[in-house]
């Protein structure tokens, strides 16, 4: 793998880390501590063409590579986490899975408008009870003449209420457990889908995480993504791709923790002297330098093998594996750093603490990660 970007990779790298300081990093804090959904900012990178990054441009997207978007996520995370997990959303679980399964018919009414920013999307397979046991899932699809009519609950799912459609998981018959489960595009304003409840989060505040209820939610048959019984292959396509985004979020959370401890440790005196001549922290900021340079590669490696259309799953966990746990150690090393500031919510890292916490649960928790590397590694 050759390492060296791309003048391409390069420039839409740059062009969202300027705009990511100009446009998100003034109104970062507030709207993490209000939990504000960032309306004009998301729109305004759907002009850039970031939510369809990789998705070819005869269907409204950029027609970039799958090394460009975990760029992307990286410098987005970097000034704010919940933007780099709604943009990570909408190219990889939604656009991708798009792309990936959807007819022409499928791509030409609801990926263009996706992924030439006219819209969100969003990607509902978590339940209450069915959350790492994906294939226990309650919620349930019946054909009734040409319309399957959909019952049952989603939660914790991301851009629902500011979403235009999404892609819904049922099952079509409970019996079959994964073999039952099928996957339906779903339009935000159809009668009978209901966004219930706004999560209050420990982190990402910014980004909308919601509850949906679906009660005889009607749904036209052409709206089947893939083949009846092929959801849940769908699904772990999906969240192959969707690790990637995350292990890149975490990576710019973790990056941004550690320039903040190099910045913060020249300026502060104890003793005398800056606490970065102190061994305990150039200690501290060798282990956050080295990990996150490891956790990135991990991740750039799964986005290289993505773009080259082969099986990617082992290297999308180990990305996301690493790269969040990099976080959590990094965020926690940083606020260990700032003292009793780093406690404080006028510090930035103390909000990266926060953030960085979610990245070792969702698209499969660590030890999810940890299952599907030892199973592929023992077969």
Same mark, same amino acid.
């Given at each position: 793998?050759?390492?060296?970007?791309?003048?391409?990779?390069?420039?839409?790298?740059?062009?969202?880390?300027?705009?990511?300081?100009?446009?998100?990093?003034?109104?970062?804090?507030?709207?993490?501590?209000?939990?504000?959904?960032?309306?004009?900012?998301?729109?305004?990178?759907?002009?850039?063409?970031?939510?369809?990054?990789?998705?070819?441009?005869?269907?409204?997207?950029?027609?970039?590579?799958?090394?460009?978007?975990?760029?992307?996520? !990286?410098?987005?995370?970097?000034?704010?986490?919940?933007?780099?997990?709604?943009?990570?959303?909408?190219?990889?679980?939604?656009?991708?899975?798009? !792309?990936?399964?959807?007819?022409?018919?499928?791509?030409?009414?609801?990926?263009?408008?996706?992924?030439?920013?006219?819209?969100?999307?969003?990607?509902?397979?978590?339940?209450?009870?069915?959350?790492?046991?994906?294939?226990?899932?309650?919620?349930?699809?019946?054909?009734?003449?040409?319309?399957?009519?959909?019952?049952?609950?989603?939660?914790?799912?991301?851009?629902?209420?500011?979403?235009? /459609?999404?892609?819904?998981?049922?099952?079509?018959?409970?019996?079959?457990?994964?073999?039952?489960?099928?996957?339906?595009?779903?339009?935000?304003?159809?009668?009978?889908?209901?966004?219930?409840?706004?999560?209050?989060?420990?982190?990402?505040? /910014?980004?909308?995480?919601?509850?949906?209820?679906?009660?005889?939610?009607?749904?036209?048959? !052409?709206?089947?993504?893939?083949?009846?019984?092929?959801?849940?292959?769908?699904?772990?396509?999906?969240?192959?791709?969707?690790?990637?985004?995350?292990?890149?979020?975490?990576?710019?959370?973790?990056?941004?923790?550690?320039?903040?401890?190099?910045?913060?440790?020249?300026?502060?005196?104890?003793?005398?002297?800056?606490?970065?001549?102190?061994?305990?922290?150039?200690?501290?900021?060798?282990?956050?330098?080295?990990? #996150?340079?490891?956790?990135?590669?991990?991740?750039?490696?799964?986005?290289?093998?993505?773009?080259?259309?082969?099986?990617?799953?082992?290297?999308?966990?180990? /990305?996301?594996?690493?790269?969040?746990?990099?976080?959590?150690?990094?965020?926690?090393? /940083?606020?260990? #750093?700032?003292?009793?500031?780093?406690?404080?919510?006028?510090?930035?890292?103390?909000?990266?603490?926060?953030?960085?916490?979610?990245?070792?649960?969702?698209?499969?928790?660590?030890?999810?990660?940890?299952?599907?590397?030892?199973?592929?590694?023992?077969?």
């Amino acid at each position: 793998m050759d390492y060296t970007l791309t003048k391409e990779q390069e420039m839409i790298r740059d062009m969202v880390k300027e705009f990511a300081e100009k446009e998100i990093e003034p109104i970062a804090q507030e709207i993490d501590q209000k939990s504000i959904f960032p309306e004009k900012t998301i729109k305004k990178l759907g002009e850039l063409g970031v939510l369809g990054l990789c998705v070819s441009t005869k269907y409204g997207g950029a027609g970039m590579d799958p090394i460009s978007l975990v760029l992307v996520i !990286e410098e987005l995370s970097r000034v704010c986490a919940s933007h780099g997990v709604i943009v990570s959303v909408n190219n990889s679980l939604v656009c991708y899975t798009l !792309e990936r399964f959807g007819s022409e018919e499928q791509k030409e009414e609801y990926l263009v408008p996706l992924a030439s920013g006219k819209g969100l999307g969003f990607y509902a397979l978590t339940e209450p009870g069915a959350g790492t046991d994906a294939a226990s899932i309650q919620t349930t699809a019946t054909l009734d003449g040409d319309e399957y009519v959909i019952n049952g609950t989603k939660h914790f799912i991301t851009n629902a209420r500011y979403s235009r /459609a999404g892609i819904v998981f049922a099952t079509v018959d409970k019996t079959k457990r994964h073999k039952g489960i099928c996957a339906f595009i779903v339009e935000k304003d159809t009668p009978g889908f209901k966004v219930v409840k706004e999560e209050d989060k420990m982190g990402i505040r /910014a980004a909308a995480v919601s509850e949906i209820v679906f009660e005889d939610c009607r749904v036209p048959k !052409e709206n089947l993504l893939g083949g009846v019984g092929e959801g849940f292959k769908i699904a772990l396509a999906a969240l192959d791709s969707g690790r990637l985004g995350i292990a890149a979020q975490a990576v710019g959370i973790a990056r941004r923790a550690m320039e903040e401890s190099i910045k913060y440790s020249k300026e502060r005196i104890a003793f005398g002297r800056p606490i970065a001549d102190f061994q305990a922290i150039r200690w501290m900021i060798a282990d956050m330098a080295t990990r #996150i340079e490891a956790a990135r590669l991990l991740t750039l490696r799964g986005a290289y093998l993505k773009g080259k259309g082969v099986r990617f799953s082992k290297e999308a966990a180990m /990305a996301k594996f690493y790269a969040s746990d990099t976080a959590v150690r990094v965020t926690r090393d /940083a606020v260990q #750093i700032f003292g009793g500031y780093g406690y404080m919510k006028d510090y930035v890292v103390e909000r990266l603490y926060r953030d960085a916490k979610i990245t070792e649960i969702y698209e499969g928790t660590t030890e999810v990660q940890k299952m599907i590397i030892s199973s592929q590694m023992l077969a």
